[in-house]
C-alpha cells in the first residue's frame, strides 16, 4: 500500500501541473523558532538542565512530543507519561505567552504567501505546531491566504513522516505530485519529500542536507509566481 493511499486519498488531477503550495510555519513564514528557542531554554531549566546548542537544533522543526523526547533524553531525565505532560503544558503557556507579543515575518514570507494565493494555486498550512498554537499565530498570518490548515496534532505522525502533507493534499483534492511544500528545516523538508511532493528548502536557522526533490533558495524574497513553477519544474524536469 502506498502512503498516499493510507489517507484514502482520492485525487482529480489533470495535466503535470503545478497547482498547490504547501506552507510550513515556524522558521518558513514566520520567525517563530527564535521564540520556540527562548521557550525551550526556559524549560531545560525548569527541568534542572541546560539546553545544548545541538539539542537545540535537532529538535528544530519536530513535533512537540518528538522534541520533547529528544530534551528528556538529552537531559537524562524519566520520561514518564506525567512528566511528559507537565512540560508539554508548561511550553504551551509559555509560547502562548511569546506568541501574544507578536510574532515576526520571515522575509519575503507575507509577500510570497499573498503571490502564491493571487496566481491561482491552491494553498495549505501544513505544521507540526498544535492547532491551539497554530490558531494564535494564524491571526498574524491571515486565514484568508488558505484553503486547509493541518497541524501536528490532527494526524497520526507528526514530521519527518509524510503524514501531514499527505492529509493537506487529501483535504485539497490535489495529488502529492502536483504540490510544492516551502520548508526551512531537514524534519519539515524529510516529511514533504517522503509525501512526494517537490521541496522549495529556504533554511532559516539548520542546514537542509540536498535532496532529490529539493531545490534550495536563500530567501523568500523576490520568489513571484513563476519561482514557485521554476521550483516544481526542476523537481519534476
Given amino acids: ?89 508548561w511550553m504551551n503557556a509559555r509560547v502562548t505567552e511569546l506568541f501574544s507579543l507578536g510574532i515576526p515575518w520571515r522575509p519575503g514570507a507575507q509577500e510570497a504567501l499573498r503571490t502564491a494565493r493571487e496566481s491561482g494555486l491552491r494553498t495549505a498550512l501544513v505544521t507540526n505546531t498544535e492547532r491551539v498554537l497554530a490558531e494564535q499565530a494564524l491571526d498574524t498570518l491571515g486565514r484568508e491566504h488558505f484553503d486547509v490548515t493541518v497541524c501536528g496534532d490532527e494526524v497520526p505522525r507528526g514530521k519527518p513522516e509524510p503524514d501531514p502533507y499527505l492529509r493537506a493534499a487529501e483535504l485539497l483534492g490535489i495529488a502529492p505530485e502536483h504540490c510544492l511544500a516551502v520548508e526551512d528545516s531537514p524534519t519539515g523538508s524529510a516529511a514533504a519529500e517522503a509525501a512526494g511532493c517537490a521541496v522549495l528548502v529556504v533554511p532559516c536557522e539548520v542546514a537542509v542536507p540536498i535532496g532529490p526533490r529539493r531545490v534550495h533558495r536563500a530567501s523568500l524574497e523576490g520568489i513571484g509566481e513563476s519561482g514557485f513553477a521554476a521550483a516544481w519544474r526542476t523537481v519534476h524536469a
Wanted: glycine share 8%; no cysteine; net charge negative.
Fill in 1 to 89: 500500500m502506498s502512503e498516499a493511499s493510507t489517507f484514502g486519498v482520492s485525487m482529480a488531477v489533470s495535466g503535470p501541473d503545478l497547482k498547490a503550495v504547501l506552507w510550513d510555519m515556524d522558521g518558513t513564514l514566520l520567525d517563530s523558532e527564535k521564540l520556540w528557542d527562548v521557550a525551550m531554554h526556559e524549560l531545560a531549566a525548569e527541568l534542572g538542565g541546560v539546553m545544548t546548542a545541538s539539542t537545540r537544533h535537532a529538535i528544530i522543526g519536530a513535533s512537540g512530543p518528538d522534541a520533547l523526547a529528544t530534551i528528556f533524553g538529552a537531559l537524562e531525565l524519566d520520561p514518564t507519561a506525567a512528566a511528559l505532560a507537565d512540560a508539554a503544558a
